[in-house]
């Protein structure tokens, strides 16, 4: 499996629309076996979705993203974890630990639910989010 | 002034206001700033400022952090933020230094006003729409998202096809805006609305007597768009003699002014779009095939609405937005019929009808949520029907079932293109299709 988190410094980038790294982990069994940078050149939404699919992320752990985007990486097939913030490694170990919903990595105004606008497939299986 | 004098009129405006510490903490936040971001005070309190305005200069270049670096005020910058909502909002931001009494710095302070209503209405009179503006999820224009920077990069002469109102000039600007020809003019011509001697002097320019009026030379739009891109839509309506000259412009990056008498060099990208099949006008003769093969190197095919229906609810949604900031309303939804109707009507007229459909419902809308009664005739029959025979109201499972049944019957008992014009998993249309007790179409 592999976990896409847009990155800036050590930190989760606060939105993945404007973001301008990537960090790509791989992961078996739980355990990180792979991990590389990459730079998101385009801010051009479909295409920065298109990217995503083409590095083959399964799940995506990012701070804020617009509903476009959102919706354009949910129909790939991606998993969401948005609203997330905090030191990428913490982010990381914590998602590994199968505890990306603790509340200290959530960013202020998350409300638990789902987003608008999202077909009921996607709201129990593909977006971990918070509602928009 | 006391500081609840201070409170009060950071209350009371419309502008947003946040104070934030030297460790970057946010620590005031006024009501302003609660409804352009969608952030309530109790949450934004104690939190990285980055977290809680998340705009596009945070990572890249944070007005903040350059008063604070340099002690200069900021006026007035144009940014990018994305709400609790999730929504892009364009903001204009002030900064300046936060002072104690004594004059010591203890930190910055941020005002912001939402620009984006004023944003979209300049987008509208100008025409301007970006490569931003495309919406899609479907798997279709997915599939033409992973192409479309390389056809911008490449510098390629492109033909976009697709029926009138499925987006052929946004596209051009997105391949535009993608290339490195960006920063220099984008011009669109439309062929169609131009007669043909009208069109030449347009494409080319003229010089002065060129004809009776020509007072002065007048510069083409070929000239206009140098070094930038050329948009020449409805392609397949120019005139025999219009294409020898556009097929010299191809070959040899050259064409003369009516009247002039040397040739004008032209460094300009050219995209071409049309709602004909040119191949079968190339056919019947009314198309130089030469011109054809010049335009045709990339070709773009966008799809009609009717075959990517999972986008409907998105469109809708982004078309209300803006209808309210151009209406001044406040609509927030449709109910699951008028959804049902949107999704059932097949669109001749494409995203352009789809969004004249929207803003027809906003005319007659008074309330907050559009209904079955505001929709234009033409749409609604095709719910009365299928749908709503009687005057009992259609209830989900009804609308379900209709659906469901007419998706399968456009896609002649394809259950997998059905699903994915709905919007949903193909185990979901099993499953529904059980549960509803729906049979295939008969072929």
């Known amino acids: 499996m592999k976990i896409a988190i847009p990155v800036y410094g050590e930190y989760v980038s606060n939105v993945f629309d404007f973001a301008h790294k990537l960090l790509l982990v791989d992961v078996e069994n739980g355990k990180e076996t792979n991990r590389s940078e990459i730079v998101l050149e385009s801010k051009f939404l479909p295409q920065r979705a298109v990217q995503l699919k083409n590095l083959g992320a399964d799940v995506l752990v990012c701070g804020a993203i617009s509903q476009e985007l959102a919706n354009m990486v949910l129909s790939s097939g991606i998993i969401v974890f948005p609203f997330i913030t905090g030191n990428v490694e913490n982010v990381l170990n914590s998602y590994l630990a199968g505890q990306m919903v603790k509340s200290e990595f959530r960013m202020p105004g998350y409300r638990s639910g789902a987003p608008r606008g999202l077909g009921r497939q996607r709201r129990c299986c593909r977006w971990q989010g918070g509602r928009y | ?443």
């Open chain 2, 1 to 443: 002034m006391e500081n609840t004098e201070q409170n009060v009129i950071l209350q009371s405006i419309s502008e947003g206001v946040f104070t934030v510490d030297l460790d970057w903490r946010i620590t005031s936040f006024n009501r302003g700033a609660e409804e352009i971001t969608g952030i309530r005070q109790q949450d934004a309190i104690g939190k990285y400022c980055r977290d809680v305005l998340r705009a596009d200069i945070c990572e890249s270049g944070c007005t903040l952090a350059e008063t604070m670096r340099t002690g200069k005020p900021i006026m007035n910058k144009a940014v990018q933020i994305i709400d609790a909502k999730g929504k892009r909002k364009a903001i204009a931001i002030s900064t300046a230094l936060f002072k104690d009494s004594r004059g010591k710095v203890i930190g910055g302070v941020e005002t912001f006003r939402d620009t984006s209503a004023i944003e979209q209405l300049r987008k509208e009179i100008a025409g301007r729409y970006s490569c931003e503006d495309i919406i899609s999820q479907s798997h279709i224009m997915q599939n033409l998202f992973t192409i479309l920077p390389n056809i911008a990069e490449s510098n390629t002469t492109t033909l976009i096809e697709g029926e009138s109102g499925t987006g052929k000039e946004l596209f051009a600007r997105a391949i535009h805006n993608l290339s490195f020809r960006k920063d220099k003019p984008f011009v669109v011509v439309n062929c169609g609305a131009l007669p043909d001697t009208l069109l030449e002097s347009e494409l080319f320019g003229y010089k002065a007597g060129a004809f009776t009026d020509a007072k002065k030379d007048k510069p083409g739009r070929f000239a206009l768009a140098e070094g930038g891109t050329i948009f020449l839509d409805e392609i397949g309506d120019i005139s025999v003699s219009v294409q020898v000259k556009l097929l010299r412009v191809l070959q040899d990056k050259t064409y003369d002014l009516v009247g002039g008498i040397s040739p004008m060099r032209a460094d300009v990208r050219i995209i071409t779009a049309t709602n004909k099949k040119l191949d079968e006008l190339v056919k019947e003769g009314k198309f130089r095939e030469d011109l054809y093969y010049r335009i045709n190197v990339m070709k773009l095919e966008l799809p009609p609405l009717r075959d990517r229906k999972e986008d409907i609810p998105i469109l809708v949604e982004h078309f209300i937005a803006r209808f309210n900031r151009l209406h001044n309303k406040n609509i927030c939804c449709v109910t699951n019929e008028v959804t049902a109707a949107l999704l059932s009507y097949d669109y001749p007229g494409n995203i352009r009808e789809l969004e004249n459909i929207i803003e027809h419902c906003f005319v007659l809308c008074e309330g907050e949520i559009i209904e079955v009664k505001h929709l234009p005739s033409s749409v609604c029959p095709v719910l009365k029907n299928e749908i709503a025979q009687n005057s009992e109201p259609a209830t989900i499972k009804q609308v379900e079932i209709a659906l469901i049944q007419q998706a399968l019957k456009r896609n002649k008992g394809n259950k997998t293109t059905a699903a994915k014009q709905l919007g949903i998993d193909k185990s979901t249309l099993y499953r529904k299709m059980k549960a509803l007790d729906i049979s295939k179409p008969e072929s």
